[in-house]
Nanobody, 123 residues
């Protein structure tokens, strides 16, 4: 079992950048592929990015491709979401999640979730 805690959210102007962190504890971090999802007000939770256990493979939603990256540091038990060129439509609660599958874009395949961190992008 793994426990996840996100940090790094906040208010930023359009065009700005934020880096979210997700710290894991309780189990071997490198056992899990990791993902970031987001949920805007009134909308369903959607996939943002995923990374494999070793960090050798990544995947991104089309809406963030080229702007966001998802590095991980297995020595620090942490996965990040580097968000550049933020736009108002990126405003959402961002959650990290862990899966025992090799890597997944499907939220139902993630068994462990953090509590989320709010990101607000002003125009």
């Amino acid at each position: 079992q793994v426990h996840l805690v996100e940090s790094g959210g906040g208010l930023v102007q359009a065009g700005g950048a934020l880096r979210l962190s997700c710290a894991a504890s309780g189990d071997y971090f490198s056992k899990y592929a990791m993902g970031w999802f987001r949920q805007a007000s009134g909308k369903e939770r959607e996939f943002v990015a995923a990374i494999s256990r070793s960090g050798g493979s990544t995947s991104y939603a089309d809406s963030v491709k080229g702007r966001f990256t998802i590095p991980r540091d297995n020595a620090k038990n942490t996965v990040y979401l580097q968000m550049n060129s933020l736009q108002p439509e990126d405003t959402a609660v961002y959650c990290c999640a862990a899966t025992i599958t090799p890597m997944s874009l499907i939220r139902y395949e993630y068994g462990y979730w953090g509590q989320g961190t709010q990101v607000i992008v002003s125009s």
